[in-house]
């Protein structure tokens, strides 16, 4: 059974940075590809940033130059560092990885 766990959210001051881990179980073979998405209170789920099997990154145009998203085969989880949080950051954050798996979410509040 395939499960993601998302860990890392927390509260931090504008400025702040937060490291956030989807760390992936049950898989047969190593992450091939991975996404982190985002849900502010009375919004659509967004895109914040892809990671492609080959390595190619694709990110949204709100987070470009502050957030990077890695893959780490030896721990089977999909990482995304974010530097320089705004309070528009403030969402519950969620990983994906293709066939359709999602983690619970965790949670990440930018104070101004």
């Known amino acids: 059974q395939v499960q993601l766990v998302e860990t890392g959210g927390g509260l931090v001051e504008a400025g702040g940075s937060l490291r956030l881990s989807c760390a992936v179980s049950g898989l047969l073979s190593n992450i091939r590809a991975g996404s982190w998405y985002r849900q502010a209170p009375g919004q659509q789920r967004e895109l914040v940033a892809q990671i492609y099997r080959d390595g190619r990154t694709d990110y949204g145009d709100s987070v470009k130059g502050r957030f990077t998203i890695s893959k780490d085969d030896s721990k089977s989880a999909i990482d995304l560092q974010m530097n320089n949080l705004k309070p528009e950051d403030t969402a519950v954050y969620y990983c994906?990885?293709?066939?359709?798996?999602w983690g619970q979410g965790t949670q990440v509040t930018v104070s101004s």
């Open positions: 994906d990885i293709p066939g359709g798996y």
